[in-house]
């Protein structure tokens, strides 16, 4: 069996600086540097990373990044070779700013990312039906995320939704389709209207997404750590303490750390562990899939920070 990620990538372009810039204001930052990016490709190494056979399907551009990434992504063990290179655009481009506290601002332009479409629907059909779960984004088109969740839904795929970057609501039709929904806290917000910003916020939200046809909600609440809600329990996870230093990929760590964990066949509670787990390792480094905990430091980190039920 295998875990099939269906989303972006991106090359990124991250620069360090002591604080983040206020409009208009022109800083002097401190360091820069470029990696593989993107919310698809992120995810799909974080779980690879873990021990998780992990298969990407997408596109990249027709430029000097594309060998790159692709090289990059294979160094993680990843299967890359349903990811398409797009001789018509260029490689999606991350343009990212770390601030001394760990808080950034990105600027994504799609590039080939936003022509994915009906020939890539198509590769993911032919090796789906090994899967055990499909993870999906929303930086490529909405019209196609929906598309990979109808085609797994029909073949008893579990999807796995990460609602981002954020994009208000989404199409009615598609929340039924979901298995586990993953907002963040502004993205829950977004999606409903309303401030999340605690445990009973999220829970009140994530029963809203319950009601929309989504049967398992996870609220991502950052250093506070993770609310979940399913059909006869809802629970929090609290996050470990770290000293966070870069939470750019943190989000996409914890969904890679989710679906590997469910991959292995564990609870949904303990896969929340594993994401939460996965988050904050990934915050103590620089970089999105370069700061991606390895498995053995992740077992050395769960094996000091928690009771054996949940490693």
Partial sequence: MSLI???SINID????????????????????FTAGGGKGANQAVAASRLGTSTHLIGRVGND??????????????LNTENVLIDKSTHSGVA????????????IVIPGANNNVGDADIERLKK??????????????????????????????????????????????????LIDIITPNEVEAGQLFG?????TETAIRAAKQLQQRGVENVIVKLGDRGAVAV???????????????????????????????????????SEAVVWGCAAGALCATKVGAQVA???????????QHNLAAEFR
């Fill in 292 to 302: 991606m905990p390895d498995r053995a430091t992740f077992d050395k980190f769960l």
């Fill in 64 to 77: 000097k990044f594309a060998e790159e990434l692709l090289t990059s992504l294979q160094s993680y063990g």
């Fill in 194 to 198: 309303f401030p999340v910003n605690d």
């Fill in 5 to 7: 990620v269906f989303g």
């Fill in 127 to 176: 090796v789906l039906s090994e899967a055990t779960s499909l993870l999906l984004q929303l930086e490529i088109p909405l019209k196609f995320v929906q598309k990979a969740a109808k085609v797994a839904r029909e073949l008893g795929v579990r999807v796995i939704l990460d609602p981002a970057p954020a994009a208000g609501d989404l199409p009615i039709d598609l929340y039924p």
């Fill in 230 to 268: 399913t059909a006869d329990e809802s629970f929090f996870v609290p996050a470990f303490a770290v000293r966070a230093i870069d939470t750019v990929a943190a989000g996409d760590a914890f969904n890679g750390g989710l679906a590997a964990a469910l991959d292995g066949g564990r609870s949904l």
């Fill in 95 to 106: 343009i990212i700013a770390v601030d001394d506290s760990g808080q950034n601002n990105i």
């Fill in 13 to 32: 372009l991250a620069a360090k600086t002591p604080r983040l810039p206020q409009p208009g204001e022109t800083i002097i930052g401190s360091n820069f």
